[in-house]
């Protein structure tokens, strides 16, 4: 089963649409203004989510002394990435691999060659793709950020930045968005369960794993510095993760508004029922459980985003915020694994939830927009468990090797002493707090 060339609006015609298209010829070749700016208008929300929605999310989570760190390992990823996307990473995921079209996209559009801004990508500009997916290549690594802070040397996270965007995002980003083996099996990915979230989660257990936990793991937690700034940056996520999904039907259509409404659904549903938790487990909810249950609601519903209706999304959205908040207890408390951040429990745990429950949510009795032809739902949840599968397996082999060289090479861990002391201090030089 092909997917290549179908277009996410062939969905309001009842056709399953797993990926974008491949690329200028694979669909409509008439620029539409109407699909270029809510494409322009979604990249500018996706890069919110990172700068600042993350930034600050992840800064208010962390010790006084490191809040900085965090903000400034959010913007160095950033730029990183924006470079390495141009320089090749782009053209590796979307670009035309000739005989290696399966597995990975050839070189012949880095530095944007041969791209001009007359290019088409479907119904809105070349450049403007490119800039849109830009924004999913920043993001990803710096969700992994949440990983390793207060603990990490700075080097060690723009070169595993770098390196993982190269080695893991392109070549999982072609195989499910740019034609690849993945896409051709019906993979649904809509907007990054897979190709966002389970890779930047499952990189996050191997970093955590790798780095070693924080001193005093876990008997001595601190609870976060600031909770008005990580429920700040969490609704700063919640606000640009409408370009994030909608933006991922690639026009301003039918696809985007249920993409936009589905997401909204889910993240209030995962929010109210990770704070009903809290409520009856210790007597009162909090800010920073409420915030961070909507993030997994959002996470969870980003690969199911154009296939499942309000009822689908109210489902993932209560057991998001169920198994999501269980998950990030049984990380750090039952197997002692030091996911800073819970990357993995909200992020990676919640793009694989979704990334497998729409191959039985999508049902149009459930007000989903249908399988493809001829496909059951037990064969959708095969594909969907097998592009699981294979991503994560693949993330944690090529993490592992990326952090096994850069561990014998520039280092991943700073001292205790400069632990103690906090990064913002002895890696910037600044303080984010100046009390007297």
């Not at 849109?132 to 710096?142: D, K, N, S």
């Amino acid at each position: 089963m092909t997917t290549i060339g179908v277009r996410t609006g062939a969905l309001l015609a009842g056709v399953a649409a797993y990926g974008w298209a491949m690329g200028p010829a694979a669909a409509a070749d008439e620029l539409s203004g109407g699909d270029t700016a809510w494409i322009l208008t979604s990249t500018a929300l996706v890069l919110f989510m990172t700068l600042p929605g993350l930034a600050l999310f992840y800064a208010g989570l962390v010790r006084a002394r490191n809040v900085l760190s965090v903000i400034m390992h959010c913007v160095a990823v950033a730029c990183v990435v924006s470079l390495a996307w141009l320089a090749g990473a782009y053209s590796l995921a979307f670009g035309d691999g000739g005989a290696s079209q399966a597995w990975i996209g050839g070189l012949g559009k880095a530095m944007l060659a041969g791209v001009g801004a007359d290019s088409l990508w479907g119904t809105i500009p070349e450049p403007v793709f490119f800039m849109f997916q830009m924004t999913f290549a920043i993001i990803t690594p710096a969700l992994i950020i949440g990983a390793y802070p207060e603990r990490v040397r700075f080097a060690a996270v723009l070169l595993f930045s770098l390196v993982w965007l190269a080695v893991v995002y392109a070549p999982v980003c072609h195989w499910i968005w740019g034609g690849g083996w993945l896409a051709e099996m019906g993979t649904i990915d809509f907007a990054g369960g897979i190709v966002v979230h389970t890779t930047a989660g499952v990189s996050s257990i191997v970093f955590a794993l790798m780095l070693g936990p924080r001193r005093g793991f876990p008997s001595e937690l601190r609870p976060p510095h600031n909770p008005g700034m990580v429920a700040t940056g969490a609704c700063m996520l919640w606000v640009g993760w409408f370009g994030f999904n909608a933006g991922s039907a690639l026009g301003a259509n039918g696809s985007a508004g249920m993409a936009m409404l589905v997401t909204h659904i889910s993240a209030s549903t995962a929010a109210l029922v990770w704070a009903g938790i809290e409520w009856l487990r210790y007597g009162r909810p909090s800010l920073v459980g409420i915030v961070t249950g909507l993030v997994a609601g959002l996470a969870s519903i980003t690969p199911a985003a154009g296939s499942v209706g309000p009822v689908g999304a109210v489902i993932i959205g209560v057991i998001a915020g169920s198994f999501c908040q269980w998950l990030s207890g049984f990380m750090k408390f039952r197997l002692r694994v030091d996911d800073s951040l819970d990357v993995f429990a909200v992020h990676g745990g919640g793009g694989i939830l979704g990334s497998i429950l729409v191959g039985a949510l999508a049902v149009p009795a459930l007000g989903g927009l249908g399988l493809a032809d001829g496909v059951s739902i037990a064969d959708q949840l095969g594909v969907q468990a097998l592009a699981v599968g294979v991503t994560a397996v693949w993330s944690a082999a090529a993490s592992w090797a990326i952090l096994a060289v850069l561990r014998a090479t520039v280092g991943l861990r700073v001292s205790e002493e400069t632990e103690i002391e906090g990064l913002d201090i002895t890696a910037h030089g600044e303080r984010g707090y100046e009390l007297t």
